[in-house]
Structures are given as C-alpha cells and as structure tokens.
C-alpha cells in the first residue's frame, strides 16, 4: 500500500531563510508524488509533481523537490522564506487501486515564517 | 479562467436541518470528488463521480450523499447534519486524460452546525 509520513507537524522560519519540509514515502511501485499548499480558509493548490521524469522537480512560488529513491523521500525546500508562505502543506502519493486512483494524504506540515 | 468554484464559501445549518453544497467547473474533467477536512486534519474523501459512474468509500456515513446532473455540477448533500459534520469541505477534479493523477480543487466550504 501506498503511504506518507511528513516528518514535521510544525516548521518555523524566519524570513529570508531556508525552508525544508520532510516527507518520505512507500510504495510498491514506481510513485507520483506531489506537493500541495493550503492557506487559511482556501483550498489546495499545487506546487509541484514527480511523475518519474526529472529527479529534481521545480514548482510554483520559487519551490522544489527532489526524488530520492534510495531514501524513499521527497522533500520540499525553498532558498529564502517569504511571510505569504505561512500556510499549510500536504506531501501526496497516488495510489492506484480498486481499479480507481486516488489522493493519499500525509498529515501535513504547518509552516509559520516570523519577521 | 478554467476553475472548480464553490458555493457557497461559508454554510451555516441547524442540527438535523438538511443541507447541500454545490460545486461546478469550468475544467471539462469527468472525474470529480468531494472530501471532508476537519481542523488540522488532511482531507478525507467522501466518494467520487467518473463521469456518471458514482464511487463511494466504505467508510463515507449513509448521511452524505451526492448527485451530478451533468459534467459542470457536483452537489453534496447532508441528510441531517449532527455536530461532528461541521468541516471544511472541498471538491476537487481530474480529466481523464491526465496521465499524472493530480487533481485540481475548489477553494472549499466551510459548514458550521449549531
């Protein structure tokens, strides 16, 4: 079965530095991975994808991820933090199963970025 | 702009009061879900329409129920909503030619019960 562990419930940063956010996966088969970002009270966008092509993905807002099979993670990173980051961020496996795929959710990481 | 919209943004019902939640886009996807998201959790899906094929997981409440009269449209609609159904609540869609499975969500519904 598909599944992902996000290493962190909470990250804190200031502005203008680095950010990192974990998250490992499992999978029984080659994975699509992917990234989401939830501010308050808004829905999920997405950030990025891996889908197998390009080891080291680049996303929206200055983000990226890099696949690492050997270590069976997909962390997020970004160069320097802006305050609009402060939101919520979901790691993604698909799961194909039950002749449908679907979205398997890890709990997620609350980003804060303080002045 | 293609997009998923939701309405309305903000859901106040009564205990036991019926209520619907609506959603449409402007995508052409014939996949679409609905998901349940309490505070400070991930989203949990409630079930799923491939094109007019209805898809619900085994552990969605008999209290939840959803109708898709066409492409454009997904309603949920809440029997009789008890307290713990207060959530956020999202939908999302798929075109069946995405090879890549992502999926592209609504800005969401925040229901409250009182």
């Known amino acids: 079965a598909q599944s992902v562990t996000q290493l962190d419930s909470h990250v804190s940063v200031s502005e203008g530095t680095p950010v990192l956010l974990r998250c490992n996966y499992s999978s029984s088969y080659s994975p699509s991975l992917f990234w989401y970002v939830q501010h308050p009270n808004k829905g999920l966008q997405l950030l990025l994808k891996y889908t197998s092509a390009a080891t080291l993905v680049k996303g929206i807002n200055g983000f990226e991820a890099e696949f690492k099979k050997s270590e069976t993670s997909f962390h997020l990173t970004k160069p320097s933090a802006h305050m609009s980051d402060a939101a919520e961020y979901f790691c993604?496996?698909?799961?194909?199963?039950?002749?449908?795929?679907?979205?398997?959710f890890g709990a997620g990481t609350r980003l804060a970025v303080h002045p | 702009d293609a997009m998923v919209i939701q309405n309305p943004r903000y859901q106040v019902t009564q205990f036991g009061k019926p209520v619907t939640l609506s959603c449409s886009q402007t995508l052409n996807h014939n996949v679409m879900y609905w998901y349940q998201q309490k505070s400070s959790q991930a989203p949990k899906l409630l079930f799923h329409y491939y094109d007019k094929d209805f898809n619900n997981e085994a552990d969605t409440p008999d209290n939840f129920q959803s109708r898709r009269p066409n492409t454009s449209f997904c309603f949920l609609d809440i029997r009789s909503p008890g307290l713990g159904d207060a959530a956020m609540y999202l939908c999302a869609t798929r075109g069946q030619g995405t090879p890549t499975y992502e999926q592209y969500f609504g800005p969401g519904t925040r229901l409250t019960v009182t």
């Open positions: 993604v496996v698909i799961s194909l199963s039950g002749g449908y795929n679907k979205l398997i």
